[in-house]
T-cell receptor, first 113, second 118 residues
Framework: DADVTQTPRNRITKTGKRIMLECSQTKGHDRMYWYRQDPGLGLRLIYYSFDVKDINKGEISDGYSVSRQAQAKFSLSLESAIPNQTALYFC????????????FGEGSRLTVL | DQQVKQNSPSLSVQEGRISILNCDYTNSMFDYFLWYKKYPAEGPTFLISISSIKDKNEDGRFTVFLNKSAKHLSLHIVPSQPGDSAVYFCAASDGRNAGGTSYGKLTFGQGTILTVHP
């Protein structure tokens, strides 16, 4: 099983619908992140959480919200989806070690029609 | 404003030759740099990193070079193999050296698609 699991892997929805992307991890890491990948733009940070009681906005948080339900769970919500939120979304975790490494899930592809 | 730029969207290389992927950054506060590799339908995976106190880091076939004065880093893959064909992302973070801890707030480049032909 993957250390960082995202659900759903693929989702097609309509403009105005509420969508939740879920992420769970078994790595025991305190830090979790949501990134968005768009062609030609790389990955951009949406929200991050350094522990259960800590939530921080990233570079592109408008239109998104998050919930850190437990150390192992971090969900991303789109309250009212719009077409320009069509993208590939990645959850990631990191520990407090010295490598600076992020561990990514396999991604959730969201299409907003 | 793209603080980390990979100006080559794609690179094609023959198997056995050297692949050189380039990355430029503008934020002088960046002090730690990483390369990630991404295969289709998978998440990015960490490849190699370098701290700003170094100018070179080597791991097997992969070497990363950092030129701080030019705000430029490059990833060399020697020899290139067909299995290296993937998208490569350069990433940077700041403040890491201040506390010695990993912050994870990375700024990524746009990615370069590497194709290694047999």
């Amino acid at each position: 099983d993957a250390d960082v699991t995202q659900t759903p892997r693929n989702r097609i929805t309509k403009t105005g619908k509420r969508i939740m992307l879920e992420c769970s991890q078994t790595k025991g890491h305190d830090r979790m992140y949501w990134y968005r990948q768009d062609p030609g733009l790389g990955l951009r940070l949406i929200y991050y959480s350094f522990d259960v009681k800590d939530i921080n906005k990233g570079e592109i948080s408008d239109g998104y919200s998050v919930s850190r339900q437990a150390q192992a769970k971090f969900s991303l919500s789109l309250e009212s989806a719009i077409p320009n939120q069509t993208a590939l979304y990645f959850c990631a975790t990191s520990g407090l070690g010295d490598t600076g490494e992020l561990f990514f899930g396999e991604g959730s592809r969201l299409t907003v029609l | 404003d793209q603080q980390v730029k990979q100006n080559s969207p794609s690179l094609s290389v023959q198997e056995g030759r050297i692949s050189i992927l380039n990355c430029d950054y503008t934020n002088s506060m960046f002090d730690y740099f990483l390369w990630y590799k991404k295969y289709p339908a998978e998440g990015p995976t960490f490849l190699i990193s370098i701290s700003s106190i170094k100018d070179k880091n080597e791991d097997g076939r992969f070497t990363v070079f950092l030129n701080k004065s030019a705000k430029h880093l490059s990833l060399h893959i020697v020899p290139s193999q067909p299995g290296d064909s993937a998208v490569y992302f350069c990433a940077a973070s700041d403040g890491r050296n201040a506390g010695g801890t990993s912050y994870g707030k990375l700024t990524f480049g746009q990615g370069t698609i590497l194709t290694v032909h047999p």
